[in-house]
């Protein structure tokens, strides 16, 4: 069993930065993989980031290649998402999730997920 607790969302301005943390509970949070996504009202929840066991791999969606960077520190239980660039379009609740899987960008394939953090990009 993984618990997950997401915090550091808010509202920025177009150009900044924020960095999403996600707090595992749970002796075997380094065995999974992480991941994030993001949802809006009305719409699918959408791939982000992911990240290996090992942190060796990352993967990322196209909109957000270049400007996020995800990372996890195994031994903090923590996955951490650096956003910079924001656009307006970013905006939507971020939610991590983990995984044993490794069809990383399908939320299908995570058992586990957090509560979420709204981010909002103003223009």
């Known amino acids: 069993q993984v618990q997950l607790v997401e915090s550091g969302g808010g509202l920025v301005q177009a150009g900044g930065s924020l960095r999403l943390s996600c707090a595992a509970s749970?002796?075997?949070?380094?065995?999974?993989?992480m991941g994030w996504f993001r949802q809006n009202p009305g719409k699918e929840r959408d791939f982000v980031a992911a990240?290996?066991?090992?942190?060796?791999?990352?993967y990322y969606a196209d909109s957000v290649k270049g400007r996020f960077t995800i990372s996890k520190d195994n031994a903090k239980n923590t996955v951490y998402l650096q956003m910079n660039s924001l656009k307006p379009e970013d905006t939507a609740v971020y939610y991590c999730?983990?995984?044993?899987?490794?069809?990383?960008?399908?939320?299908?394939?995570?058992?586990?997920w957090g509560q979420g953090t709204q981010v909002t990009v103003s223009s």
């Open positions: 990240i290996s066991w090992s942190a060796a791999n990352t």
């Open positions: 999730a983990a995984s044993q899987d490794y069809a990383l960008r399908s939320s299908s394939s995570y058992n586990y």
């Open positions: 749970g002796r075997t949070f380094k065995m999974y993989r």
